[in-house]
């Protein structure tokens, strides 16, 4: 009885081995910069920085986001860095608020409505997850320098709003060069003057 004991011990061990390998891989969410992250027409406000966390804390139920007008949820997603992004899930209920389609753009700050009528760099067609197993792979070598990810679930599975759990989202993070930052904030917002050097700097060397 106690050989036996001991076997069962050891499996146990390998596969809380196994998940604590997997929650690491999903830790992305720790390089979220939660301070501008942003999650349009949720009904609570501030309920949609609560699904990105710990993959071994998807399954906690209380913490969760709802649409509010319609079935669509966008949401804006700046890291504190660089990610190559290699992987989504996505946690909802076995009804028809579960998201039935998800649609991301990369490095497109402060993304609207209007906006999600562009083409998307990836789209998926969803399956019900209650347990937070399925994975999406993403495209990486199109995701391998993010430094802005919009998550656009655009219908559901029938229901008039859509509830989301967990958003897991695996993959590899470095440091932001200086650089790399900038290019990302000029997208957001011009400078203007930068366009008043440009006008300036012509006459200069007219003159000189």
């Known amino acids: 009885m106690a050989h036996g004991h001991g076997r069962c011990s050891c499996c146990c061990g390998e596969e809380a081995a196994a998940?604590?390998?997997?929650?690491?891989?999903?830790?992305?969410?720790?390089?979220i910069d939660r301070q501008r992250l942003q999650c349009l027409n949720e009904r609570r406000e501030g309920s949609g920085a609560l699904v990105f966390r710990a993959w071994e804390e998807r399954?906690?139920?209380?913490?969760?986001?709802?649409?509010?007008?319609?079935?669509?949820?966008?949401f804006n997603i700046p890291f504190t860095g660089n990610v190559k992004l290699k992987g989504v899930i996505v946690m909802g209920e076995d009804d028809g608020t579960h998201p039935a389609e998800m649609r991301l753009f990369?490095?497109?700050?402060?993304?609207?409505?209007?906006?999600?009528?562009?083409?998307?760099?990836?789209?998926?067609?969803?399956?019900r997850d209650l347990t937070g197993e399925l994975e999406y792979p993403t495209k990486i070598a199109r995701f391998s320098n993010v430094c802005h990810l919009s998550i656009h679930f655009s219908k559901n599975f029938g229901a008039?709003?859509?509830?989301?759990?967990?958003?897991?989202?695996?993959?590899?993070?470095?440091?932001?060069?200086?650089?790399?930052?900038?290019?990302c904030n000029y997208e957001a917002s011009a400078n203007p003057a930068d366009h008043k050097l440009e006008q300036i700097t012509p006459q200069t060397h007219f003159i000189s």
């Open 106 to 127: 990369k490095n497109i700050p402060h993304m609207s409505f209007d906006d999600t009528a562009r083409e998307p760099d990836q789209t998926f067609s969803l399956s």
């Open 59 to 74: 399954g906690d139920r209380t913490q969760f986001v709802e649409s509010d007008d319609d079935e669509e949820l966008l």
């Open 160 to 183: 008039e709003t859509t509830k989301i759990f967990y958003i897991g989202l695996k993959g590899e993070w470095t440091e932001a060069h200086r650089h790399e930052v900038t290019i």
């Open 19 to 31: 998940g604590g390998e997997r929650g690491a891989a999903w830790g992305l969410y720790l390089r």
